[in-house]
Nanobody, 112 residues
């Protein structure tokens, strides 16, 4: 089982990034998927979830209206589109399913 996050980087406030998480080693379409993040000096927090078929999505209040989670079950990939980024969105972002391992994460830095 492997989850590989990518797409992070340095972006100015108000900018956008699209994160990807490529999954392998399990039946991707059988699991809801989640994004989490961990900012420096803070505990890891949940960001967003998507159901197995992609028809149900939930978001943390802090990102609602700015972030969109999606998935492509033909590519075994889950995405996180992040718009109107703020400095407080700076964190390492991780994807995960219920019993799965943590990946290495991808760093997102929002700074001018």
């Amino acid at each position: 089982v492997q989850l590989v996050e990518s797409g992070g980087g340095l972006v100015q406030p108000g900018g956008s990034l699209r994160l990807s998480c490529a999954a392998s080693g399990f039946t991707f379409s059988a699991y809801g998927m989640n994004w989490y993040r961990q900012a420096p000096g803070k505990e890891r927090e949940w960001v967003a979830s998507i159901s197995r078929a992609g028809n149900l999505r939930t978001y943390a209040e802090s990102v609602k209206g700015r972030f969109t989670i999606s998935r492509d079950n033909t590519k075994n990939t889950v995405y996180l589109q992040m718009n109107s980024l703020k400095s407080e969105d700076t964190a390492v972002y991780y994807c995960k399913f219920s019993d799965g391992p943590w990946g290495q994460g991808t760093q997102v830095t929002v700074s001018s």
